[in-house]
């Protein structure tokens, strides 16, 4: 196998910015319209299992488990319209993220319903996390840092 490149070490100032980027939504999903770090985590877990993004699913089920999400709960999300497991709040909010993980055209109906659910600053926030965990994912495939290695702090 060939040996991919080390994208902290290569790029630090890019890798900063993204960085700089999850500092930022860490400090803007505090609960306020029910977003908070719990409920980020799986959406970065939902996010990463469709794109099949080893890494990204053993780093983010680590951390969710961290902020307290239940193993049950990570174990269904891959079926979350099925399941009695999560909230109204849930639900929409991962079905925003699967929305614009799909680069589908966002309609009118599914834009007013986040709308009305999150409100302005916080759908902004979702969109802008959905689209961060999405290009981790990409940045992780491509580069392969080695699955399990990941710690939760």
């Known amino acids: 196998m060939t040996q ?3 994208y902290f070490a290569t790029s630090p100032r890019a890798m900063e910015i993204l960085l700089e980027q999850e500092s930022y939504l860490s400090q803007q999903f505090t609960g306020q319209h029910g977003m908070t770090i719990k ?3 799986l959406v970065k877990f939902r996010v990463s299992q469709i794109n ?3 890494y990204c699913i053993d780093m983010h089920s680590k951390d969710a488990l961290k902020h307290g999400e239940s193993a049950e709960r ?3 999300l891959s079926a979350w319209q099925e399941m009695p497991f999560y909230s109204e709040l849930e639900k929409g909010v991962l079905a925003w993220a699967e929305l614009i993980t799909s680069g589908q055209p966002v309609d009118d109906a599914s834009y007013q319903k986040a709308l009305d659910m999150l409100g302005e600053p916080c759908l902004l926030d979702l969109t802008i996390a959905v689209n961060a965990i999405n290009s981790w ?5 491509t580069f392969k840092p080695e699955v399990g290695s990941y710690k939760a702090s």
């Open 39 to 41: 409920l980020w985590e």
């Open 4 to 6: 991919r490149l080390n």
């Open 137 to 141: 994912n990409r940045i992780a495939k």
């Open 52 to 54: 099949q993004c080893a």
């Open 74 to 76: 990570l174990y269904g």
